[in-house]
């Protein structure tokens, strides 16, 4: 049985998937886990897992940036945003793949959370009654592991829910100029879709102080912001639209879709290496464009047989390669070989 030992230094929300199949494993009796507090020794979106004693980084950031000396330090090196390129030059690199919050019931986070007064509100999120009553939306209330997975939905259902980025919170000139092209995007993709597919698209923008001056005409209304409803649209569509995050990275929303059987559409995510075969035409359709993805939403709507094959391949690779338990089982395997 393998020991492992998380050093937790960071609740970025991105590390949820990566605790529960942590905890799902040791439920199983396939590892033996513990826990340090190490708060703020690396990057916030910095792990540092030891494996029967090796030492492995787990970078969840948005961007494929590989810190370099964190790189030196380690055995192993798991990356989420991991360029192809990066993985046949850099012998070390493992990739995660998609992600998306989720959380596994166990009693000991919460009270490890606990020992630290400033991981108060972090360790909420990890209590069920507690988080459910207070309506926190990153929690094990809302995103506790069975209810983000559901088999395939065979409607005629297409989603894309989206939130804008305000290209005034920030310095950099690429960055503002990136949020700019992002959110004109995900504007034009839901009012080209409102306007075509207006009774079987379930879209929208999040509402904020920026959307209300950009886009006021395609706001999620009131009852419709919490995550629970956005969840249970996910489960009753067959068809999700995504374009790239910040960085050009994959979203949550990908593996989101995928742990529900949908069929994906997409910017293009071939230059990032994922684990397993995630091929397009296969597990997802590309798009360029707004236009481009109105196009290829009729055209996927129109075909059955490729949206169902395309749904069902996504299913397999859930249980494959996503489920959060396989998914580190997978890197594990890969590094204690």
């Given at each position: 049985m393998y020991k492992v030992v998380v050093h937790f230094n960071s609740t970025l929300h991105h590390f949820s998937q990566l605790l529960a199949g942590l905890e799902i494993l040791s439920k199983e009796k396939k590892i033996v886990l513990s826990y340090n507090l190490?708060?703020?020794?690396?990057?916030?979106?910095?792990?540092?897992?030891?494996?029967?004693?090796?030492?492995?980084?787990?970078?969840?950031?948005?961007?494929?940036?590989?810190y370099k000396t964190i790189y030196e330090q380690s055995d192993f090196y798991v990356k989420r945003m991991l360029l192809k390129?990066?993985?046949?030059?850099?012998?070390?690199?493992v990739p995660y793949g998609l992600y998306?919050?989720?959380?596994?019931?166990?009693?000991?986070?919460?009270?490890?959370?606990?020992?630290?007064f400033s991981l108060f509100k972090y360790a909420l999120k990890y209590w069920k009654f507690f988080?459910?009553?207070?309506?926190?939306?990153?929690?094990?209330?809302?995103?506790?592991?069975?209810?983000?997975?559901?088999?395939?939905?065979?409607?005629?259902q297409v989603?894309?829910?989206?939130?804008?980025?305000?290209?005034?919170?920030?310095?950099?000139?690429?960055?503002?100029?990136?949020?700019?092209?992002?959110?004109?995007q995900r504007i034009d993709?839901?009012?080209?879709?409102?306007?075509?597919?207006?009774?079987?698209?379930?879209?929208?923008?999040?509402?904020?102080?920026?959307?209300?001056?950009?886009?006021?005409?395609?706001?999620?209304p009131e009852n419709e912001y919490h995550r629970k409803v956005y969840l249970k649209e996910v489960k009753n569509s067959s068809i999700g639209i995504v374009n790239h995050g910040l960085e050009d990275?994959?979203?949550?929303?990908?593996?989101?879709?995928?742990?529900?059987?949908?069929?994906?559409?997409?910017?293009?995510?071939?230059?990032?290496?994922?684990?397993?075969?995630?091929?397009e035409g296969q597990?997802?359709?590309?798009?360029?464009?707004?236009?481009?993805?109105?196009?290829?939403?009729?055209?996927?709507?129109?075909?059955?047989?490729l949206r169902e094959n395309i749904q069902e391949n996504n299913a397999v690779y859930y249980e494959k390669y996503l489920h959060p338990a396989k998914k580190i089982q997978i890197i594990i395997d890969q590094i204690i070989k």
């Open positions: 190490e708060l703020d020794k690396y990057p916030i979106d910095i792990f540092r897992i030891e494996f029967n004693g090796l030492n492995v980084f787990f970078d969840l950031a948005d961007n494929s940036r590989i390129t990066d993985f046949g030059q850099k012998k070390k690199l998306y919050p989720v959380y596994f019931q166990n009693p000991s986070l919460k009270w490890l959370f606990l020992q630290n988080s459910g009553i207070m309506n926190v939306k990153d929690s094990i209330a809302v995103n506790e592991l069975s209810r983000l997975e559901s088999k395939p939905c065979h409607t005629n989603i894309f829910r989206a939130r804008l980025w305000n290209p005034g919170n920030n310095d950099t000139e690429w960055k503002k100029k990136e949020r700019i092209f992002l959110n004109q993709i839901n009012r080209l879709l409102i306007e075509n597919y207006s009774s079987n698209f379930k879209g929208g923008i999040l509402r904020d102080a920026y959307s209300e001056e950009v886009c006021p005409d395609i706001l999620l990275s994959i979203g949550a929303k990908m593996g989101e879709y995928v742990a529900n059987g949908l069929c994906v559409l997409t910017t293009s995510i071939d230059k990032y290496k994922l684990p397993g075969n995630f091929i597990n997802y359709l590309s798009y360029e464009t707004a236009e481009d993805c109105l196009k290829l939403t009729s055209n996927i709507l129109e075909d059955l047989q």
